[in-house]
């Protein structure tokens, strides 16, 4: 596996270990593996996915190899597409290439389809329609995977919106919310569709099976949300508030000066212009019917529980 000492990553480790399976996991170093490194069943593997011989090593040892290794930030697009493009294909190369080529299973993004609304959300058969450097790495991820590992095992994930337990992403949004304010973006009137971070590891594992070999999937919660809606679940778990109105125009420029604070502080932006555009859209929501009715995908976690027990766990781990 790759990118186990994620967000998802590490979640997926936890859940295929208590299960009995064996996780290879990569990580980086010591310092980032954290709780996998004493989780029995997992076994780290320490390296770079530059290395060929951490391919290799991957690849050549494993029955299916779940990527999720990659940039969600960068400085610039050929960093997006060196990382979430490049070493993606150079993964599912490796994969073939072995004696006994193990199933690929790539975690990429809604990102992909474009801005989508509840009218006509995103569909796996849909031309891919991406908008900024990450999407575009995400797709050219896809596309070399499926190029490389022509005649083996494939499945492509496109989960929207994660959060849950050890989601940093999300965090600064929960700890808006626990000082009695939510930033609502055009009145927070963009539609999106979301996934509770357990529930998308259940499709990633469901993904891993050979029914879902060749197929690409959306997996999320099942209902269509509002960014409105997503604030009065956090505003609510932490006690009351309100929304903060935020006009397009400021949101604009705060993309565009998180931008220039991350170009002098010689790191990737946390907000964006592409992020800014992103949230300016109409909607960001899909369609998982799919793998509901091919794998027997079922999402557990609504949105109001699954805000609560993440608001709990941020508290427990001094995070809030």
């Known amino acids: 596996m790759t990118g186990a000492s994620g967000f998802i990553g590490r979640a997926l480790a936890l859940r295929l270990a208590s299960d009995g399976t064996r996780v290879l996991a990569l990580v980086r170093g010591a310092a980032k593996a954290g709780l996998l490194a004493s989780t029995p069943g997992v076994e780290l593997v320490h390296g770079d996915l530059r290395d060929p011989a951490v391919l290799r090593a991957i690849t050549g040892r494993a029955d299916i190899v779940y990527h999720l290794a990659g940039l969600t930030s960068a400085r610039s697009r ?27 299973v790539l975690v990429s993004s809604l990102a992909v389809a474009g801005p989508r609304t509840a009218a006509r959300p995103a569909r796996e058969d849909d031309p891919p329609a ?3 450097g990450y999407a575009e790495s995400k797709l050219r991820g896809e596309e070399l995977l499926r190029r490389a590992a022509a005649g083996a095992r494939w499945t492509i994930v496109r989960p929207p919106w994660v959060y849950g337990p050890g989601d940093r992403a999300t965090l600064a949004l929960f700890r808006l919310a626990s000082r009695g304010f939510f930033p609502s973006v055009r009145g927070g009137c963009m539609q999106i569709s979301l996934v509770h971070v357990h529930d998308l590891v259940e499709a990633l594992v469901l993904a891993g099976g050979p029914a879902a070999d060749g197929r690409i999937y959306y997996a999320a919660d099942g209902a269509v949300h509002t960014v409105a809606d997503l604030g009065r679940a956090l505003l609510a778990s932490c006690g ?18 998180g931008e220039a604070a991350a170009w002098v502080g010689r790191r990737p932006p946390l907000l964006g212009r592409d992020k800014a555009c992103e949230g300016l859209e109409p909607g960001w929501v899909c369609d998982d019917r799919r793998i509901r009715a091919e794998l027997g995908y079922c999402s557990r976690i609504d949105l109001a529980s699954g805000v609560a027990a993440t608001l709990a766990w941020y508290r427990n781990q001094g995070w809030l």
């Open 78 to 104: 050929g960093e997006f597409m060196a990382v979430n493009g490049e070493l993606t294909g150079a993964l599912a190369a490796a994969a073939a290439g072995s004696p006994s080529p193990p199933k690929l």
């Open 130 to 132: 991406p908008m900024n």
């Open 240 to 257: 009351g508030g309100r929304a903060l109105h935020v006009p397009g125009f400021v949101f604009r420029l705060l993309g565009l000066a």
